[in-house]
């Protein structure tokens, strides 16, 4: 894999995975991945900024003889989870030198997850230092992006932030650098919201705290590097403050189409009332799309039949979804139908409980919807327009 020169002596050594198409089993990956490894030769030390996800070793291990490094002092280890640190114990045993140099509580995780000898490690406290002769780099703690371990790097002279995945996206490009910030705003909302957005408030305080630091170059652990860094800050602002857009968004499921007209009905008289509407199909829905819709709208309304006594398994997996995700979203209902019972929008309600939501009225409809059950639509529609006004 090419290896690329940032600026002098700082080279990405990045492994790009163009096929992969899920993480964790978990998040589809529409544009695959990259895990970005970058070398820093000062003139006295050479440190290494993490490594790449263990399938990927071969990668980075020839892109370091490539480069002809034969020893390495430091492995940077900024969070422990393996896409990033699971190549650590080959590197440590390539090169005997090298110590890994991190926190405590990465430390200890990295001893337990990937059995690395507790000799093998310096430990860095927030703001602290370590000179690599001409070039400085300076650690700073910013735990639950999005694990509790996680930290950056600022390189001083350079100005450069390795932040590893906080900032990043998913996105396999040989390009280095941002071309296409429109293509990236998309993959990085679709990271954001699938791997961050439940840590919003934490991000939040660590955006706050690296305010400090002058930027211009900031080199996550996937994805692009950003030579223009307000591109991204900006765009986390934007998604972790508490704003919401006039924006319904409409996770459903339809089994012999009482729900689906009812869907149906209901983004209409959403858009005829200036309501932007998001509708997700859930029997063919990518979950990432679903994901970015829910960073910031201000409503949500899941719409399901019953199946037996509750929600579809498709609803319900929604449900657990934004859940998890906690999204900013301020506004929740649900809507749907029964054929002789049950208790579909109960057990659905039952599991937002992370959402800090104000819950509005529901709408659930025996067999086929009627004027009445249309006429419960339209008031449920002007409840939501009335309550995205009071957010303007
Ligand atoms: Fe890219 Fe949390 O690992």
Redesign the pocket.
């Known amino acids: 894999m090419a290896i690329k020169k940032i600026r002098d002596d700082i080279y990405s050594v990045r492994a790009i995975d163009w096929g992969r198409r899920l993480?964790d089993e978990l998040i589809p990956l529409p544009d695959g991945?990259s895990?970005n490894a970058y070398l820093i030769r000062g003139s006295e030390k050479i440190a290494l900024i993490d490594t790449v996800d263990p399938a990927k070793e071969n990668v980075l291990i020839n892109n370091l003889k490539r480069l002809g490094i034969s020893n390495i002092d430091y492995i940077i280890a900024h969070?422990a989870?393996?896409?990033?640190s699971g190549s650590i114990p080959k590197i440590l045993e390539i090169y005997p030198n090298a110590k890994v140099v991190t926190n405590l509580k990465c430390k200890n995780m990295l001893m337990d997850l990937l059995l690395i000898s507790e000799d093998r490690f310096i430990e860095v406290k927030d703001w602290e230092t370590i000179s690599l002769g001409n070039k400085t780099l300076q650690f700073v703690m910013t735990p639950w992006v999005?694990?509790p371990e996680?930290m950056v790097t600022y390189l001083k002279e350079d100005k450069i932030l390795f932040p590893?995945?906080f900032l990043?996206s998913h996105y396999a490009s040989s390009d280095l650098y941002v071309t296409d910030e429109a293509k990236v705003y998309e993959s990085a909302k679709r990271y954001y919201a699938e791997?961050m957005m439940p840590f919003r408030l934490n991000i939040r305080k660590n955006l706050e705290k690296l305010k400090e630091l002058e930027i211009k170059i900031i080199a996550p652990?996937?994805g692009q590097i950003y030579d223009n860094p307000g591109f991204i800050l900006d765009a986390y602002r934007d998604w972790i403050s508490d704003d919401v857009k006039n924006e319904v968004i409409i996770p459903y499921v339809s089994m012999h189409g009482s729900t689906e007209k009812m869907v149906e009905y209901f983004m209409d008289s959403l858009m005829e009332k200036g309501i932007t509407v998001k509708p997700f199909n859930l029997t063919v829905t990518d979950i990432g799309e679903l994901a970015i819709a829910l960073v910031d709208a201000a409503t949500v309304v899941i719409a399901s039949p019953t199946v037996l006594v509750g929600p579809h398994p498709s609803a319900v997996y929604a449900a657990f979804l934004a859940n998890a995700l906690r999204p900013k979203t301020k506004f929740a209902s649900v809507i749907g139908s029964y054929g002789w019972g049950g208790k579909m929008i109960d057990q659905i309600v039952g599991m937002l409980g992370n959402l800090k939501v104000e819950l509005l009225s529901t709408v659930m409809v025996k067999g086929f919807p009627k004027k009445e059950d249309f006429k419960a639509l339209d008031d449920l529609v002007e409840e939501i327009f009335k309550k995205h006004k009071t957010l303007t």
């Not at 989870?81 to 990033?84: A, V, Y």
Request: proline fraction near 0%; charge should be negative; aromatic fraction near 18%.
């Open positions: 993480f991945t895990y969070h989870e393996q896409d990033h999005h694990w996680t590893c995945d990043g791997i652990s996937h």
